[in-house]
T-cell receptor, first 114, second 111 residues
């Protein structure tokens, strides 16, 4: 597609349930990033994929969070046993990689844990 | 380690007034710096970037930013605010593998 596509746009889930968030990056972009945006907290880096290299998982806040990227394209962020503090907007971005290009962001998934 | 600090979580200006959004960075290497804008219920959009070429960088929608190494600053300006500029603005620095973002500044524009 022309842009980064994220689904669902909104997700309400009960505490303790697992959720999956999907990101479809721009075709040809080798780098894919997940960020979490909480009110007043800016964007928190979660995980980074570059081509076929091992992902940089240094930003994942707990072992309840995981992500995968299949075929170098679509990525899924999974949150297990959701907690209320997981409520946030989850943003995905893609790029050609490297430090100069900047990212193209998707519109995000707003996750609400009740 | 790299970081950015945005001074002022909320800035209010009148339509037609100067916009100044402040960003200071910390970096152990020559920084690559970015400004992004986020409109309500949308993702972030790149406004401009500094990648060690010209210190005065021009971006979209009439915004520009000046890299000042001596002040470790990368402030965003626009000579005349429009109502459509109301949004949240994020400063970011390249952190080695990913961008590190500030906490954002919400810009309000009144008529």
């Amino acid at each position: 597609g022309a842009g980064v596509s994220q689904s669902p746009s909104n997700k309400v889930t009960e505490k303790g349930k697992d959720v999956e968030l999907r990101c479809d990056p721009i075709s040809g972009h080798t780098a894919l990033y997940w960020y979490r945006q909480s009110l007043g907290q800016g964007l928190e880096f979660l995980i980074y994929f570059q081509g076929n290299s091992a992902p940089d998982k240094s930003g994942l806040p707990s072992d309840r969070f995981s992500a995968e990227r299949t075929g170098g394209s679509v990525s899924t962020l999974t949150i297990q046993r959701t907690q209320q503090e997981d409520s946030a907007v989850y943003l995905c971005a893609s790029s050609f990689g490297g430090r100069e290009g900047g990212y193209t962001f998707g519109s995000g998934t707003r996750l609400t844990v009740v | 380690a790299q970081s950015v600090t945005q001074l002022g979580s909320h800035v209010s200006v009148s339509e037609g007034a100067l916009v100044l959004l402040r960003c200071n960075y910390s970096s152990s290497v020559p920084p690559y710096l970015f400004w992004y804008v986020q409109y309500p219920n949308q993702g972030l959009q790149l406004l401009l970037k500094y990648t060690s070429a010209a210190t005065l960088v021009k971006g979209i929608n009439g915004f520009e930013a000046e890299f000042k190494k001596s002040e470790t600053s990368f402030h965003l300006t626009k000579p005349s605010a429009h109502m459509s500029d109301a949004a949240e603005y994020f400063c970011a620095v390249w952190g080695g593998t990913a961008l590190i973002f500030g906490k954002g500044t919400t810009l309000s524009v009144s008529s």
